[in-house]
Each structure stands twice: as structure tokens, then as C-alpha cells.
T-cell receptor
């Protein structure tokens, strides 16, 4: 069965650089979520989209933005990267009121 | 969404049943109990969810008390691959994002 695809899987950036993470949801899933998991921490919700419109917003820094495109894939754009942005970033998708399916994550390292 | 309380860690012998408790005393009538797990640094994985009745699927069973203030996730025959952090999450069934608490770190021991 198709799963959530995230790219890249690993990303290394310098401070103050920008990064773009991509998420391809499971086909026919209409909602995409982004979560951030710092070292030794639990996942924290960042932002979500339903049918290409932002639906919920969590603890997402102003330096981050995201959007969902017409093909339902989503991108998380991160600017002015800080050391504290080093984390695992998970994307999840769902269809209707069903459970969320998570991707394998992107490990971002900021040096 | 109601808050949940879980023990920080548990051990279970391989082949035995793992019973993971969760307290959610402030749950409201329209809120579901969801269980997810995260195997080291992988994406969280859905296990099971329920509203009032006990539920069972190929992965686990969920027992919810009659007053719905607590629940237990049961892995009937734990294997080493079940070693993970297990999260009990209460939310309504809409498009609500998941709010992860501290979870229970289950270690399955050979």
C-alpha cells in the first residue's frame, strides 16, 4: 500500500540558511499535518491543511511557512535557520475522519 | 482536548501480554481515545482507537472503563519489535491535530 513520502530524508544546513521540506500524502487523503520532534522530545504539531486551505496552526515559528498544492503535496519552508531548528520533521496525512498516517520524517541538522 | 496520564516506562517479557494504562479523567462525551506508537525515530504509527466499547484489531485490544476515565492498551503477545514509546491521545474525531504527551516507553525483554 502507498505510504506518505517525505523528501529529503536528511538535510544539513548552516545557520541563517533556508530549507524546504516536501510531503506527498497518501493518494485521496485530503488533510496534511506537519510535526516537529526535537532531540529527546515528543512530536509537536506545527500546522495542517485541509483541501489546500490552512486548517489548524500550532507552535510554528513565524520564520516557517507552509502550503498545500493542487496535487495535495505540501511543502514546509523554513528561513533564517537556527541551531534549535535541528529536529525530525514528520508529515502525516488522513482521509476524512480516519486515523493519521505518518511519513518516515526528514532529519534536519543545522550547523 | 482532555489530558492523559501514562506511566513513563514499562518492561514486558517477550511473548507475554503488555498492558499499558492511560488515565483520561477529564474526557468528554464526544472524545475518542487513540493509541499511537513510535519506534525509535520512525514516524508514529496508529494502533487503535475507541469511544466507549472495547475494540480489537490485528495489532492490539483497547479496553475502556465504563466511566471512560481510563483505558488499557493490550498487546497480547509482545515481541522485541514492539519496543517503542506508546502514546495515548484523546481527541474528537474531526480534523484535530494530535497532541502528544510524554507516553510510555515499553521495553520488551527477551
Amino acid at each position: 500500500a502507498a505510504g506518505v513520502i517525505q523528501s529529503p530524508r536528511h538535510l544539513i544546513k548552516e545557520k541563517r540558511e533556508t530549507a524546504t521540506l516536501k510531503c506527498y500524502p497518501i493518494p485521496r487523503h485530503d488533510t496534511v499535518y506537519w510535526y516537529q520532534q526535537g532531540p529527546g522530545q515528543d512530536p509537536q504539531f506545527l500546522i495542517s491543511f485541509y483541501e489546500k486551505m490552512q486548517s489548524d496552526k500550532g507552535s510554528i515559528p513565524d520564520r516557517f511557512s507552509a502550503q498545500q498544492f493542487s496535487d495535495y503535496h505540501s511543502e514546509l519552508n523554513m528561513s533564517s535557520l537556527e541551531l534549535g531548528d535541528s529536529a525530525l520533521y514528520f508529515c502525516a496525512s488522513r482521509r476524512g475522519y480516519n486515523e493519521q498516517f505518518f511519513g518516515p520524517g526528514t532529519r534536519l541538522t543545522v550547523l | 482536548d482532555a489530558k492523559t496520564t501514562q506511566p513513563p516506562s514499562m518492561d514486558c517479557a517477550e511473548g507475554r501480554a503488555a498492558n499499558l494504562p492511560c488515565n483520561h479523567s477529564t474526557i468528554s462525551g464526544n472524545e475518542y481515545v487513540y493509541w499511537y506508537r513510535q519506534i525509535h525515530s520512525q514516524g508514529p504509527q496508529y494502533i487503535i482507537h475507541g469511544l466507549k466499547n472495547n475494540e480489537t484489531n490485528e495489532m492490539a485490544s483497547l479496553i475502556i472503563t465504563e466511566d471512560r476515565k481510563s483505558s488499557t492498551l493490550i498487546l497480547p503477545h509482545a515481541t522485541l519489535r514492539d519496543t517503542a514509546v506508546y502514546y495515548c491521545i484523546v481527541l474528537n474525531s474531526g480534523n484535530t491535530p494530535l497532541v502528544f504527551g510524554k507516553g510510555t516507553r515499553l521495553s520488551v525483554i527477551a
